[in-house]
């Protein structure tokens, strides 16, 4: 059984002031903290941010913040487990959710960490990234990958409104989270041609079997595109299986960014779905339909555009409880940088790697 460790108290007040003065520590009173047997220290809370609550707030920053004042004006969904001011909704994860306005522009600008918006609200908008236009329609997943300059624009007419996710308490935490400003990019690829190379699964222009050009050759991924793959998958996905697709690099087959993963499930009327227990920390966000989620125990009703949280190695179950429509949930996870840390892990597969004693 674990021995337990010396203490603080243990230790002679002069010896341990002497070690602080030269920016030492003894290891064996905090060893545990650090690093626990069987399960992970866990700060991530399972929490649930309301758009009821997040709209109005931001349609007010939209009236107290011109966008100059702001360069993006975001409020951001933090988990308390983190403490606020660090901007957190899981230990790699940053979740905000950005308001533009008819006629703004938020300028462009490039930075370290990796980037991705998701539709919520309100038509016109657009994002242009590396001189391509994406066009930004309800549901879209828009990548703006590490070092690409990109910037917003609306021409319609009511507010628009996204969730923004970013790999920043990861790249923030490396000491390598940096931006660069630039001027406004020249539009080279007016009408997101990206999306006409690979507009079908399996299917990719043939020159680029033998010349990349690109390391992120699709940009957008339509969220009609998406909701149809999973229409497609609900007649042959056994009851209670989720309907779950991945979005993938179409040239390369892997994860879209290094970083962060994104997926997408459909839950049947009147369906319930427990997921998989996983090594990796995931951001769900409902992109149509509502429900309630079990998070470790806790249990959380959310309607079209809530957001929660969701701890490593949570216990998630999901209940769609309408009787006439489906619920379509969008996640972002950590699962890709896990994987490049060979420590992706789902509990009972055989892929525990410490001996986990959940
Ligand atoms: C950023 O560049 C955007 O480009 C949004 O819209 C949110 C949060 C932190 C750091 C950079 C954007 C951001 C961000």
Redo the contacts with the bound molecule.
């Keep these: 059984m674990s021995k337990s460790l010396g203490t603080v108290a243990d230790l002679p007040p002069d010896y341990y002031e002497s070690l602080l003065r030269h920016n030492l520590l003894p290891l064996w009173p905090s060893l545990r903290a650090v690093l626990p047997y069987g399960r992970p220290a866990r700060k991530t809370r399972p929490v649930m941010w309301r758009y009821a609550d997040v709209r109005p707030n931001l349609l007010r920053a939209g009236e107290l913040t011109p966008i100059e004042k702001a360069e ?1 004006r ?1 409020l951001v969904l933090c988990n308390p487990g983190f403490g606020l001011e660090n901007m957190q909704a899981t230990p790699s994860i ?1 979740i ?1 959710m ?1 308001l533009i306005l008819p006629n703004e522009v ?1 300028a462009s ?1 490039r ?1 370290t ?1 990796s ?1 991705i ?1 998701l539709v919520i609200e309100g038509e016109g908008a657009y994002t242009i990234v590396s001189g391509e236009k994406l066009p930004m329609e309800q549901g879209d997943l828009i990548l ?1 990958p590490p070092g690409l300059w ?1 910037e ?1 624009g609306h021409s319609g007419h009511d507010p628009v409104i996204w969730l ?1 996710a ?1 790999d ?1 308490p990861l790249i923030y935490g490396l000491d390598i989270s940096h ?1 660069q400003e630039g001027v406004s990019q020249q539009i080279t690829d007016e009408h997101n041609l990206s999306a006409a190379r690979y507009s079908q699964g399996g299917i990719v222009p043939y020159a680029s079997l033998h010349s990349r050009t690109t390391q992120f050759p699709l940009l957008r991924y339509p969220w009609r595109s998406v909701k149809r793959s999973l229409l497609e998958l609900e007649p042959i996905t056994p009851a209670g299986e989720p309907i779950h697709v991945a979005y993938i690099n179409p040239q390369s087959g892997a994860e879209c960014l290094a970083s962060m993963g994104f997926s997408a499930l459909m839950l049947r009327p009147g369906e319930t779905i427990k997921m998989h227990r996983r090594s990796a920390s995931a951001v769900f966000h409902a992109v149509e339909g509502g429900g309630t989620a079990l998070v470790d125990g806790e249990s959380m009703a959310f309607d079209v555009a809530d957001t929660f949280a969701v701890p490593t190695y949570a216990q998630v179950q999901i209940e769609n409880q309408s009787s006439t429509r489906p619920a379509f949930l969008f996640v972002i996870d950590d699962a890709p940088l896990q994987r490049k840390l060979g420590l992706y892990t789902v509990l009972g597969d055989g892929s525990e790697v410490a001996g986990a004693t959940w």
């Design positions: 993006r975001v940053y905000g950005q938020a600008h930075h960490p980037a918006r703006t990109h917003h923004d970013l920043l931006a």
